[in-house]
């Protein structure tokens, strides 16, 4: 007999990128490191492929329900190597950006 996926139990992994970004998914099963497999943004934007470097595991500290499962994540083709040039790119953006804000005295004002 065949299994629906709606009967097959998921478990809920966190995800982390080098970026210090993360994502809470759900998995028919928990990655051991070395698996490799394709991250999607957007469905409509191409993908990016990524490498597990470490499966961490953390029991529940209040001893209710399961703990929790966190993949350290390493990229793995030139896709995701230009997802975290782009994250890079954009936090130079940033910085410097309110570097120049801060010179200019235009900076945030608080309330009086």
């Not at 953390?58 to 350290?72: A, D, E």
């Not at 040039?85 to 200019?104: F, G, I, T, V, W």
Request: no cysteine.
């Amino acid at each position: 007999m065949r299994r629906h996926r709606e009967d097959l139990a998921l478990i809920t992994v966190t995800l982390h990128f080098p970026n210090a970004d993360f994502e809470d998914i759900q998995l028919p099963a928990v990655p051991s490191k070395g698996d490799t497999f394709f991250w999607y943004e957007k469905p409509s934007e191409s993908h990016s492929m990524w490498t597990v470097s470490s499966v961490d595991w953390s029991v529940n500290r209040y001893g209710r329900g399961p703990g929790t499962v966190g993949i350290v994540l390493d990229p793995a083709d030139e896709a995701a190597h230009e997802v975290l040039q782009q994250y890079d790119d954009e936090r130079l953006a940033e910085a410097h950006a309110r570097a120049a804000q801060k010179r200019s005295g235009d900076g945030p004002t608080s309330p009086a």
